[in-house]
């Protein structure tokens, strides 16, 4: 029983690291999607966080400067993204594939340029990376069932940006929905013409959103290389750009659904590696690339069957252009 | 024509003021040196034809378009509007042509937008709930604050544009075309709001095209035509033809001169027919009547109340859900074969839908492809392989001359055609393919008083050759002119016939509005 205990909750711990990045990332493009701008170039801009955060980290040992570097990189991409679709009306599909396929070469070029090692960076040692948070107690609160092994698996020993990421949550739907600039983040990207002519700007709301989604998408890439990995592997986003997008479909654009729907998508991926290379009742052992597409599977059985309502934001991906 | 200012306006500067006002849109000057004044605490009109520059004045005043030269006064002071935000400090507020409004947000969310009151919304919202209750109270613009705005019908969505502008101080109040969208009742409604407004000292501007409201609200009106100021002049001392006269710049017709009818054998016959929409609803519950040769018959309503559905089934754009449609005698309704949109023309039905932008054509096609849209298999434009591209060019340009249209570009897209125009275009091709039955839908929504006038004689001339006319409209003033014999629809039932008649038209309309009011219904 208490092995049965355990095993369910190394999943929920394992579901909880794996989801981390995906709600950051969700997250993101809720900003910027509420205020209507489409942002395909998610995994591109986590690529380059990841990627900035370690190589910066590893060079000066300070996994911090390494966060700010990852969230350095992520907003200046967005802020590119921002420069071509807010400024100048373009497609912003294609601008995001622009920056996907940027990054997606960029970074491993760089990589092999300045540390030599087949376009990663060197592993960082547990000093360069972010650490996790030890909570009092522990040996406590310990022996005491159920909630002894609960606090010290899933609570205790978090890593840092874990914890942010529950505040990025709950403060992204105090955001929307008690303040100034969550109403007129879902009015731009709902009617930016009621906006313009309420006489804030239109461009100025969407800059901020675009920054807002470069910043935790800089958060998501450095999880992926300084927190949960120890240093960044070419494609190391592996799709998640694009999963966090389907998580805010699949959320219909709202906070709290978003949430569920990330968590899914990294339950499914835990229970996938859990299931690799064990014998199944019925059907044996599946080959390690079946289990693997579960996730993939599972988002386009999500997206196909379940979401035929979803209501984008009305004004999402169109960029505003006055009538005269 | 010398400016007209009122008893007050000779103590006080006008509240509004515009000084040789320039803007130009790439080679079209929108607005050539556009001065004019409105009177503290009066209803000001400005009048003139689409493309006029009436909007664009306004816009300029609300801050939303630059202006290439010139001045605003508000008050006597010039004020620099470079954005909305400057135009509603100065009190300068505006309810658009299009609602700008959130749909998914409550009224109380669409009126704080841009007037929150602080970071939070907790505090703002308890002070826009009781500010709102006190204007719905002294103006009378009651709306449920806390539904959503796209719950609601237009009427009450331009009271949440009125409140909004008033929240926000506005002393004074443009309203580029309001009544476009709205019910005669929902106009009643807005008129009694606007005089209120002005009883509070309000100053008002409307832009319209409409004669008869000018004449029924405003104070002074100022007319402009291609982007010019051509007069100014007090309400009371012009009418109807001298204000059309100046927008047009020639004289107009304004009433259909038209013969008595001589109708002949019945052409169209309906009975009991009923109609459901998609999801199963009743939209026109057991409607009966005839349309004979030489008659136009008119169907007046309020939009929404099964007009348009019936329209479209009996263009064979929509499934009947039960009763009998006779053409010359023949039963259509059970006989899907022949009653489709293709074989209806085929049986010389013309249709011109009430949308023509949606339904009447491609807007991204070029006019000549439009002209020959529905009868494009025609032997006349097709060759063994090939389409016939001269004759469908030959065609278009026949069809353009005789119905002027303008530009005269049979390969200009049928976007960039104005509304007019692209409606000429649709009744050219409607008309010319000699119709038995015309079956049409508003045929002048957003459409110039010149083309109005064309159109209404052209309906007429084809009454005058025999041809039966089954027409749409929510204008009661193209209804009654126009109509041979009324019938007035009321959710999805006819509520009776009205003869158009000249000396009692005031009277008429009345008891129309009555009608579809649903007072009869319950009587």
């Known amino acids: 029983m208490d092995e049965v205990f355990l095993a369910i909750l190394l999943l929920v711990d394992a579901t909880i690291r794996v989801a981390t990045p995906l ?210 592997v070419r494609d190391m986003t592996a799709g998640k750009g694009y999963l966090a997008l389907a998580a805010l479909i699949f959320g219909k654009w709202r906070p709290w659904p978003t949430l569920f729907a990330c968590l899914l998508f990294a339950f499914t991926d835990a229970v996938q590696v859990r299931l690799q290379g064990v014998p199944l009742p019925v059907v044996g052992v599946i080959p390690v690339q079946f289990i693997q597409m579960l996730p993939y599977v599972l988002t386009v059985l999500l997206l196909a069957g379940f979401v035929g309502k979803a209501v984008a934001p009305k004004a999402s991906g169109i960029p505003y252009v006055k009538e005269r | 024509m010398p400016d007209a200012p009122t008893a007050a306006a000779t103590l006080t500067p006008p509240a509004l003021e515009t000084r040789g006002v320039n803007k130009w849109f790439g080679a079209n000057h929108a607005n050539r040196d556009v001065s004019l004044a409105v009177p503290k605490g009066t209803i000001h009109g400005v009048i003139g034809e689409n493309g006029a520059g009436k909007s664009t004045i306004m816009s300029i005043v609300y801050g939303y378009l630059p202006a290439d030269s010139g001045e605003i006064l508000v008050d006597g002071r010039p004020v620099a509007v470079k954005s909305p935000r400057d135009a509603l400090a100065a009190g300068v507020g505006m309810v658009h042509q299009h609602f700008m409004l959130v749909d998914p947000f409550t009224v109380l969310e669409n009126v704080l937008l841009g007037a929150e009151g602080g970071v939070t919304l907790a505090a703002g919202m308890e002070r826009a709930r009781a500010e709102l209750v006190r204007l719905a109270r002294d103006y009378g613009l009651e709306v449920d604050l806390d539904r959503p705005v796209g719950e609601l019908p237009v009427g009450a969505q331009q009271r949440v544009e009125i409140l909004k502008a008033l929240y926000r101080g506005a002393d004074i109040l443009i309203l580029d075309e309001p009544t476009g969208v709205l019910t005669p009742q929902e106009t009643d409604h807005l008129f009694r709001i606007l005089r209120a407004l002005r009883e509070q000292g309000k100053t008002i501007v409307i832009i319209t095209h409409k004669l ?184 278009c340009e026949a069809e353009m001359e005789a119905y002027d249209v303008r530009p005269r570009d049979a390969r200009l897209r049928a976007a960039n055609f104005s509304g007019g125009n692209q409606q000429k275009i649709v009744l050219a091709r409607e008309i010319e393919r000699n119709p038995d039955l015309l079956l049409v839908g508003q045929p002048t929504r957003g459409v110039d008083i010149g083309a109005i006038e064309f159109i209404h004689k052209r309906l007429v001339r084809l009454r005058d050759e025999g041809k039966a006319i089954l027409l749409v409209s929510v204008e009661l003033d193209e209804i009654v002119s126009l109509s041979d014999r009324i019938l007035v629809m009321f959710d999805g039932r006819l509520m009776g016939e009205v003869a158009p008649n000249d000396a009692a038209l005031e009277q008429i309309e009345r008891r129309l509005g009555l009608m579809m009011a649903g007072v009869e219904a319950a009587a």
Not at chain 1, 29 to 37: F, H, I, K, P
């Open chain 2, 212 to 395: 008869r409201e000018i004449m029924e609200l405003t104070d002074n009106v100022t007319v402009m035509r291609r982007g010019e100021v051509v007069a100014n002049v007090r309400t009371a001392e012009t009418s109807k033809e001298q204000l059309a006269e100046l927008m047009v710049g020639r004289k107009v017709l304004l009433r259909v001169e038209k013969a008595p009818a001589q109708p002949g054998p019945v052409v169209l016959e309906v009975s009991g027919l009923t109609l459901r929409d998609r999801s199963g609803v009743e939209r026109v519950k057991g409607v009966g009547f005839s349309v004979r040769a030489g008659e136009i018959v008119g169907i007046a309503g309020v939009s929404g109340n099964g007009q348009s559905e019936l329209l479209e089934a009996l263009a064979g754009m929509r499934p009947v859900a039960g009763g009998s449609v006779r053409l010359r005698g023949e039963e259509l309704a059970d006989r899907p074969g022949l009653f489709n949109a293709k074989a209806l023309r085929g049986l010389r039905v013309g249709h011109v839908p009430e949308d023509r932008q949606k339904v009447g054509l491609i807007t991204s096609f070029e006019a000549r492809e439009n002209a020959i849209l529905g009868h494009h298999d025609d032997q006349a434009y097709n060759g063994r392989v090939l389409m016939d591209r001269a004759a469908v060019l030959s065609r």
């Open chain 1, 23 to 232: 709600v950051l990332a969700a997250f993101a493009a809720l900003y910027g999607e509420r205020a209507g701008v489409v942002d395909i170039g998610l995994e591109g801009k986590m690529l380059a966080g990841a990627f900035f955060a370690a190589a910066v980290a590893s060079s000066t040992g300070n996994p911090w400067l390494g966060l700010l570097a990852g969230i350095a990189a992520s907003v200046a991409l967005s802020l590119v993204h921002g420069f071509a679709c807010i400024t100048h009306n373009g497609n912003q599909v294609v601008s995001g594939m622009a920056i996907n396929i940027l990054v997606a070469g960029l970074a491993p070029t760089l990589a092999y340029a300045w540390f030599h090692q087949g376009g990663q960076t060197p592993l960082l040692p547990s000093s360069a990376r972010l650490p996790q948070v030890h909570l009092p107690g522990v040996e406590v609160l310990s022996p005491i069932p159920v909630i002894g092994p609960i606090y010290r698996e899933i609570f205790d020993d978090a890593n840092v940006l874990i914890w942010l990421t529950v505040l990025v949550v709950i403060a992204t739907h105090w955001v929307l929905t008690r303040t100034r600039f969550g109403l007129r983040l879902r009015a731009v990207g709902e009617s930016p013409a009621a906006v313009d002519t309420a006489g804030i700007s239109v461009t100025k709301l969407r800059y901020q959103a675009v920054i807002i989604t470069g910043v935790l998408t800089g958060v998501a890439g450095a999880y992926l290389s300084t927190a949960h990995g120890a240093g960044f």
